[in-house]
């Protein structure tokens, strides 16, 4: 017989836990279409660059070890 009770229970916690996280979507400040694109863009710029310098480092290096380390 506990057995209905605790099903009862775990829905009414369920129900409240959504309830909860469409209030709280409610609350957000969502940004504009122009601000999306902007941001998006300027996260294409950073990644792109820092790929740039980052692969720039790599490719000196193993230059570096190939050159001194392994006599190539």
Sequence with gaps: MTQPSV???RG???FRYFS???NELK???WLSRREVAYLTG???IV???T???LGGLDYGFTTLVNRFF???
């Design 7 to 9: 099903q009862k229970k």
């Design 12 to 14: 009414f916690f369920l």
């Design 20 to 22: 909860e996280i469409f």
């Design 27 to 29: 609350k957000v400040v």
């Design 42 to 44: 300027m996260v294409l």
């Design 47 to 49: 990644v792109i660059i």
């Design 51 to 53: 790929g740039i310098v």
């Design 70 to 72: 392994v006599g190539g």
